[in-house]
């Protein structure tokens, strides 16, 4: 799995002969996910003046790792504004590796309502899973701070006068 560093558990190669191994990529090395990435060992023998030395090759193959998602949906009170569900994708090294990928597009709305599915995605690319899920965002109906309603029309001396109506938000 992708994340993984190459270990005595990959790099394994034995021999009857007592000598050292060489072996490219080295232990510690992580490889990027994909199938069949090779592996090769030099094989050189303490006696050399007896024992030839030897090389091998074989392939390992990698599978993609899943990142962690946490996407987070709203509660607000409509404003007019555009409201979108936050969140991120982390790899292998935990917090401090966030991912791109993560669209959370979905979940924008301007419009009051309940949204209990909004969808989003994250793409892997070459060395994670893609994953999707939903989230459930909701935009309440805002209430009015002041409201100041006068009749429409009242009469002045016999004259007919307009009265403005003011809302304020």
Excluded: M
């Excluded at 991120?88 to 599915?117: E, F, K, R």
């Amino acid at each position: 799995v992708y994340g993984t560093a190459l270990t005595a558990t990959q790099l394994n190669a034995t021999s009857g002969t007592p000598g050292s191994f060489v072996y490219t990529p080295a232990a510690g090395v992580v490889l990027g996910a994909g199938n069949g990435q090779a592996l090769h060992v030099d094989f050189t023998p303490t006696d050399t003046a007896n024992y030839n030395g030897a090389s091998a090759n074989a392939s390992i193959d990698v599978a993609k790792a899943n990142a962690s998602c946490s996407v987070t949906g709203y509660n607000v009170t409509y404003n007019g504004a555009a409201h979108t569900a936050t969140g991120s994708c982390t790899g292998i090294g935990g917090a401090g590796d966030v991912l791109a990928g993560l669209n959370l597009a979905g979940t924008t709305h301007t419009a009051i309502g309940d949204y209990p599915n909004d969808p989003w995605v994250f793409t892997g690319g070459a060395n994670y899973n893609d994953q999707n899920g939903t989230v459930a965002d909701t935009i309440v109906q805002a209430e009015c701070n002041s409201l100041a309603i006068a009749t429409g029309i009242q009469t002045l001396r016999n004259q007919e006068v307009t009265v403005p109506v003011t809302v304020d938000n």
